[in-house]
């Protein structure tokens, strides 16, 4: 009897992207990487992609994709972030889909996601709609297919989504085995009880809905995927493999499927080199061949379903009590506060609760009368969110709207769109998933529904922030210097809310630090500059402007007078007002011109605080990713004379230091801290040069070594692995430029000798590309008598040795 294997792997991040900017800021926490996207996808997104296989001596033996052999789903805003930041990765996962296509006899392994992540249980019939919607478009753009199976967030489950599923035209999704309660065969008569987890998972079973279809449904094998999530079966491939190949039983007479399903972020993010044990299991189930390989659409086609299920309604992988975690304080945590409580789940519900059931009975009139249906509209707008084109929009408008929209009624049908859309991602599930209201995850979807909040005050007429604050102020958080919802909501909601003045105010403040030009974009805003000066008089700096200022996603516009001044360091006051006239701002600028000859620093100030009356900004006001930057820039002054002095202290007194490391008495407190920052500074800029200059970094490292100082691992990591990647850039792009093999080689040595580990993944990577497509060509010649093709191939092959990549060059075949 057949005997199948299939592993599902669930990738998903949250939502992280700023409600007004549509993108993720600065996240100290995910340090050296820029936010936890970024971070996440170095350790699991982008190695499960291009996964090593090791031979008996630890050299990679083949590298490979992995999504091409498993069953995966990712989020779609996931999906969305990497295809901007991480289009290599986001690619390979596209045509890992393709690839499994030829493995699994035409059935695509990637399978669609809810839109944001929503406990669609939860949910009323039109979200849940929508929601399902927009999965299925989303993924439809994007692997260019339509899906055949749908991923439910956190498996959370009821009839209605199902039959939503069968609707919409999804054919099967996964869930855990607990979330089973009665089974009988087709056509049977008595059900028998399977609940507590005892369903037989290896077959596929039909599930019948209220409105007489069905839906497939896979029930993963629990204590598998559970020893993969929360135990140590990544530790060994090998035992991963022999615990798969163990579930299956002779006792059975069907074609079996052992399948199991975990969080993707498992293989790499939560277990390093998980991604590594999984490429081993999959090679080794493989070789094996005491099963196949396959995913749930090809087994489905092959086997349908011979039973039927019932569900237990209202459950989910995640919560031993059905869905409470996301909605009451059912005991559902990540366990590290004991002592702390979720009674705040409740009151935040609720008030989002109230927030979607008070704009819902507003939206509908108000965008009937721009749009023929506004919850068709609203279903068909995920074509705009996939492209923020103003051509796009435009084409989306004209075939949705009863008639041509003037300019302001587009702007008004957009932002009754954008409403609809925050009124769903406000309920994110990551928002109730941890332990306290201030978690990053619940202030999100706070911040969330902030954006809706501020899109409805300017759509209705009626007062939502009062109301919902008030309701808010019921969740409490653990933290007593936290407070309650409403605390949280104006500690880091408010600050972050955005308008176009202080896109205007942020554009102002940073271009006295940076040259924008006629026009920029400034995350989805879009300035257009009519007016500007600068003058500088010593430290002393003004810039005046005029400028217009464009939302892409909601096409609001307005053209806005500035003017900022830079005292010094981070002394910097601005204002910004919208255009009143050409006349006051040639008035404005006779003014400050007048001020400025006089060196009058006071007058200028006045006159900035006259002229822009409502509010003056500083660099408080600053984007989060803009603020350090400019922070950045107003430190190195700073920080190069601490270097300075660090330096001169270091020298003068060099040979007292090497006299006492050599005695092997400690440096005293002061002497310590001007070697660890001189060595370290100087070690990083080291590698950060263009050309990293090897012989100074042997000589820092050995006087590291030699007087005990710790290396600042992490940023010293980074740094000289973004040197390699971009040494084997350069050799992708010319392999024969003189002297680069060696010095490759070279650098390689260095890396091999450091007292921390340097990732040399996208290294690996593109040397085993390299060898795969170019080498056989060296080869060739070499075979022919080249010898300068010789000298390379013995370089190269050392290079592979160095980089622990077995040299395996493929001959090149003639074609007659």
């Not at 400690?666 to 070697?675: E, H």
């Not at 370290?680 to 050995?702: V, Y």
Request: charged residues 25%.
């Amino acid at each position: 009897m057949e005997r199948y294997i299939c592993i599902h792997a669930h990738f998903y991040q949250p939502p992280r992207e700023n409600a007004w900017l549509e993108a993720v800021e600065l996240q100290d926490s995910a340090y050296p990487y820029h936010d936890w996207n970024e971070r996440v996808t170095a350790e699991c997104y982008a190695p499960n992609s291009a996964s090593r296989i090791l031979d008996g001596d630890g050299r990679i033996l083949q590298i490979v994709n992995n999504y091409s052999r498993i069953s995966f789903n990712f989020g779609p805003t996931l999906l969305s972030w990497l295809e901007q930041k991480r289009p290599a990765v986001y690619q390979a996962i596209l045509a890992a889909d393709r690839e499994s296509q030829q493995h699994f006899a035409g059935h695509g392994s990637a399978v669609a996601q809810a839109y944001n992540h929503m406990i669609l249980p939860l949910a009323s019939r039109r979200d849940k709609y929508t929601q399902i919607r927009w999965g299925i478009r989303d993924f439809e753009s994007r692997f260019g297919r339509h899906p055949e199976g749908m991923w439910l967030p956190e498996t959370a489950v009821d009839l209605q989504t199902l039959e939503v599923l069968a609707e919409l035209g999804i054919k099967f999704t996964i869930l855990s085995p607990y979330q089973a309660g009665r089974v009988r065969p087709l056509g049977g008569r008595a059900w028998r009880k399977v609940d507590g987890g005892r369903i037989d998972p290896s077959m596929a079973y039909a599930v019948r809905v209220p409105s007489g279809q069905t839906m497939n449904v896979f029930f993963y094998d629990g204590p598998i995927s559970r020893a993969i999530a929360f135990e140590d079966l990544l530790a060994d491939g090998k035992r991963f493999a022999d615990r798969l190949i163990g579930a299956f039983s002779d006792s059975r007479t069907w074609p079996q499927l052992v399948h199991i399903a975990t969080d993707g972020e498992t293989y790499g993010h939560h277990r390093a080199y998980g991604d590594m044990a999984l490429a081993f299991a999959l090679n080794n189930i493989e070789s094996g061949q005491v099963a196949r390989l396959t995913n749930y659409g090809e087994y489905l086609e092959k086997h349908p379903p011979i039973h039927e299920a019932k569900v237990i309604g209202n459950s989910s992988w995640s919560c031993a009590h059905g869905i409470e975690r996301w909605k009451s304080d059912c005991g559902c945590n990540s366990g590290g506060h004991s002592d702390w409580n979720q009674q705040w789940r409740t009151p935040l519900r609720q008030a989002f609760d109230w927030l979607r059931d008070t704009v819902a009975p507003r939206y509908e009139p108000e965008a009937k009368k721009l749009f023929q249906d506004p919850w068709q509209t609203r279903d068909a707008y995920i074509d705009v969110i996939l492209n923020r084109s103003l051509e796009n929009e435009l084409r989306f408008i004209n075939q949705q709207a009863q008639r041509e929209l003037s300019r302001p009624e587009l702007v008004n049908g957009l932002k009754l769109l954008e409403l609809q859309r925050y009124l769903m991602l406000m309920y994110t599930s990551c928002g109730w998933f941890f332990d306290d209201l201030s978690g990053i995850e619940t202030v999100q979807v706070i911040q969330y529904a902030g954006r809706a909040v501020q899109l409805a005050g300017q759509l209705f007429p009626d007062e939502f922030a009062a109301p919902f604050l008030d309701l808010l102020a019921q969740a409490k958080s653990n933290l007593p210097d936290q407070g309650d919802g409403r605390s949280i909501y104006e500690r880091y909601v408010q600050p972050a809310m955005v308008d176009l003045e202080k896109v205007g105010a942020h554009y102002a403040v940073s271009s006295l630090f940076e040259d924008y030009g006629q026009s920029t974009r400034i995350y989805c805003y879009e300035v257009e500059l009519s007016e500007h000066r600068s003058s500088r008089q010593g430290k002393l700096r003004v810039v005046l402007g005029q400028a217009s200022v464009t939302s892409e996603i909601t096409r609001e516009s307005d053209r806005l007078t500035f003017g900022v001044l830079h005292l010094a360091d981070h002394s910097v006051i601005g204002g910004v007002r919208k255009i009143n006239g050409d006349e006051a701002y040639r008035s404005l600028d006779q003014e400050v011109d007048k001020s400025l000859a006089g060196g009058d620093v006071a007058e200028l100030v006045r006159l900035i605080e006259k002229n822009f009356s409502s509010e003056t900004y500083t660099l408080r006001l600053l984007f989060r990713d803009e603020q350090r930057k400019i922070l950045g820039i107003l430190l190195e002054e700073a920080t190069n004379q601490a270097r300075v002095l660090y330096r001169n202290f270091h020298d003068e007194h060099a040979h007292l230091i090497r006299f006492v490391t050599e005695l092997g008495v400690p440096l005293p407190r002061r002497f310590r801290l001007a070697v660890d920052f001189t060595l370290n500074s100087d070690l990083l800029d080291a590698f950060s040069a263009d050309e990293i200059d090897l012989n100074k970094s042997r000589e820092i490292l050995e006087e590291i070594r030699r007087t005990g100082v710790k290396p600042d691992a992490v940023a010293l990591e980074f740094a000289l692995r973004n040197s390699i990647d971009h040494l084997f850039s350069r050799f992708v792009a010319n392999p024969v430029e003189p002297g680069l093999l060696q010095r490759l080689e070279d650098t390689i040595d260095l890396v091999l000798s450091l007292p921390f580990e340097v990732r040399l993944w996208e290294a690996q990577n593109t040397y085993y590309v390299m060898m795969r497509d170019y080498a056989g060509k060296v080869q060739e010649r070499a075979e022919q008598g080249d010898s300068e093709a010789q000298v390379w191939l013995q370089s190269f092959s050392r290079l592979g040795e160095k980089l622990k990549v077995k040299f395996q060059v493929t001959p090149i075949v003639a074609v007659a």
